[in-house]
Each structure stands twice: as C-alpha cells, then as structure tokens.
C-alpha cells in the first residue's frame, strides 16, 4: 500500500498531559518532543509495517527503536471510523524520563491511499 506523509500533524497530542497541539509542522513537532528525523522514519515503518496486510484489528500494536539515536516507541490501532484509523503512539525519545504521545488519523482516499489527516 502506498502512504502519503503529510507535513503537518493537525491532530497530535503531546505529553502525558496530552493538551491538543495546534497546526505545526512536522520537523517542528518532532524537534519539540526530542525526535530525530531518522527516528520519524523508523516510526513511519512501523506504521507501514501495521498496514502492510490490510487494515488491522482494533488494539493491535507494534514496537520500534532506533539503535542509532537510543529512542523507541510503539504504534497502536486504537480505532476504526469509516475508511479512518486512529493511531496513538507513545514515544521515548533518547534520555527522556517520561514517554510522549502523538494520536494520528489515517484515512484511505478512493485510492486506496493511506493519507495522515486532519
């Protein structure tokens, strides 16, 4: 399947207080939670990889690190609406004390492309 990357998370929560994070961009959310961008993209696999036999079930979930930068994380389906999934991710950026959350939605176009909305 392919999967489109927006460059804009309008949907993420951060923190474990989880306070709704206004439109920012990408690198700028990543920046703020102590992501790299290498550590984006082994997360992103890891999405790719939850997809990678259709659509799975509701609480599936799958772990990921980045041996280079010491982050790590998981992805977890935690809803389906429609043609949407959402997705909550907990993240450990290298050194945190405290990991971090980012709820994405996932919708499929008539395509059936993936693409990270809104």
Request: glycine content about 8%; proline content about 4%.
């Amino acid at each position: 399947m392919k999967y489109l990357i927006s460059v804009v998370f309008f949907s993420a929560m951060l923190g474990m207080g989880a306070h709704v994070a206004s439109a920012k961009s990408l690198s700028r959310i990543i920046s703020e939670i102590g992501l790299t961008p290498d550590d984006y993209k082994v997360m992103q696999a890891t999405v790719d990889q939850l997809f990678a036999n259709g659509i799975p079930s509701v609480g599936r979930q799958l772990s990921w690190n980045n041996p280079d930068s010491g982050s790590k994380g998981t992805v977890k389906l935690r809803a389906r609406q429609g043609s949407c999934v959402y997705l909550q991710h907990f993240v450990f950026p290298k050194a945190a004390t405290q990991s971090r959350e980012i709820r994405t939605r996932w919708c499929q176009d008539a395509n059936g492309t993936w693409l990270l909305t809104p």
